[in-house]
């Protein structure tokens, strides 16, 4: 699957019947970028396809991603964390069991500091990756 079929299948913002597809291509990905391969716009496309769907547990696999390689490090945005708000990601990162989420707890509120967030909503987010792949 393309980026441009992964937008096609999915739209923008997605289908909350489609989260479970979604997340098995995203671990997918994720597992292909660590062997190395260079799929960073299908990567891309498919956590803002997740963060489309504004639940804060699909913060965790979205931060799996974005620590999966050096480029996806670099390359995805830390607003893809933040699909229900930032708030409630952070609510949900803090009391999660998950050993990641407190790593990913600390890079938010790192970047939340820094003016990462200013401005931010979901919504805006998503309307920006709308006009990014030409859907707007």
């Known amino acids: 699957m393309t980026s441009d079929e992964a937008l096609q ?61 050096f480029d996806a490090g670099c390359g995805l945005d830390v607003q893809f964390l933040c699909g229900a708000g930032l708030e409630p990601t952070k609510d949900f990162l803090s009391s999660s069991t998950d050993p990641a989420a407190l790593n990913a707890l600390r890079y938010l509120k790192d970047c939340e500091g820094s003016g990462d967030f200013a401005e931010f909503s979901p919504a805006a987010w998503i309307s920006k990756y709308r006009q990014y792949y030409g859907l707007e």
């Open 9 to 69: 299948r999915f739209g923008l913002p997605a289908s909350l019947a489609d989260r479970g597809e979604i997340r098995q291509l995203l671990v997918a990905e994720v597992e292909l970028g660590r062997r190395g391969e260079d799929r960073e716009e299908m990567l891309r496309t498919l956590c803002v396809v997740l963060f489309s769907l504004g639940n804060a547990e699909d913060s965790l696999l979205i931060w799996d991603a974005k620590q999966s390689n």
